[in-house]
């Protein structure tokens, strides 16, 4: 089916100035919205050939930033339904495009009474919600600012009570969109689908390098540890091999030394002659005392999957 087209200022005029001013001030300031939109290498954790690796990154944290918005969105939705057992990530490469699945209780598919336009757009791709430009700043946030730093951002939404499918395709910074689509699903079936590719231009990139991917990687494994054994997770097609916090904290390798300093170790697991094990009860301790939580709280700038 195809879309048309509009400009994403078309909804009201005095709103629409003002979404214009401030998509102009993102994209001019990325650091106040997204942090830097630089290479910067730190050693970390990543995610590669199935196992956790500690070292060297050159990165792009705005980028990094971008994705997680919408990876901790999808997730926060096993707060809001606590039936949610899937979320699914997709990284593909070589077309430079990345889509996050959930099937937690759908986003209502209706109208905005005061906006009048459908909650879908509200929540993904408009930044004003009145003619005060001052108070719409607090609005670019979260799965927002993704849309804004993407070439192409899709919104797919299945909304089992009201039994309505959404679709939605925001372009060219969310400078453009397409009017939704909306159609038919069954009743119960609910599920929210982000599909979006960044405009690496603006990160100073020209592909989805492998220290980021390995990073974003990694992002995912976190949140298979946090969700438990109660969500299935997928990523690029393949079942995540983490299935509780313990399972998580157990998928990192025990460290070996690479030099005189002692920085590194690179020591296989296997030669210690012993292992860290952790009891249940002593993980539940550690889940229930709110130590999970602060730690997401603070890795997501305040908001906890």
């Known amino acids: 089916m195809k879309h048309s087209l509009q400009s994403s200022s078309a909804h009201d005029s005095a709103a629409g100035r003002c979404g214009k001013k401030l998509l ?5 300031y990325p650091d106040a919205y997204i942090g830097s939109v630089e290479k910067r290498t730190q050693t970390l954790w ?3 050939r199935g196992t956790m690796v500690h070292r060297a990154v050159t990165y792009v944290p705005g980028l990094y930033k971008i994705f997680d918005e919408i990876l901790v969105y999808a997730v926060y939705n096993k707060q809001r339904a606590p039936t949610m057992d899937a979320l699914r990530v997709e990284i593909d490469v070589a077309e430079c495009c990345i889509s996050v699945f959930n099937n937690g209780d759908g986003i209502p598919v209706e109208l905005h ?4 336009i459908y909650v879908p757009e509200m929540i993904f791709g408009h930044l004003t919600t009145n003619n005060n430009c001052d108070d719409t700043v607090k609005k670019a946030t979260g799965v927002k600012l993704a849309n804004i730093f993407s070439t192409e951002f899709v919104v797919e939404i299945a909304d089992g009570l009201r039994m309505l499918k959404y679709k939605q395709v925001f372009t060219q910074n969310m400078g453009k969109k397409s009017e939704p689509v909306i159609t038919a699903c069954k009743q119960g079936e609910n599920w929210t ?3 979006f590719k ?3 231009a603006k990160f100073s990139m020209t592909h ?3 220290d980021v991917v390995s990073l ?18 997928e990523l690029d097609d393949k079942l995540v091999p983490v299935k509780n916090f313990s399972n998580y904290v157990n998928c990192a390798e ?6 005189q300093t002692k920085e590194t170790l690179t020591t296989p697991q296997q030669s210690f002659g012993s292992k860290c094990e952790f009891s249940d009860i002593l993980l539940k301790k550690v889940v229930n005392s709110g130590v999970i939580r602060n730690m997401l709280l603070k890795k997501t700038g305040g908001r906890c999957p």
């Open 193 to 195: 689908r982000v599909t």
């Open 24 to 28: 102009d001030h993102v994209l001019g």
């Open 254 to 259: 025990n460290p070996a030394f690479d030099s």
């Open 46 to 48: 990543v995610y590669e």
């Open 198 to 200: 960044p405009d690496l």
């Open 208 to 210: 989805l390098e492998d």
């Open 113 to 116: 009474q005061e906006e009048g």
């Open 216 to 233: 974003m990687r990694r992002r995912v494994v976190d949140m298979a540890g946090t969700l438990g054994d109660t969500v299935k997770v």
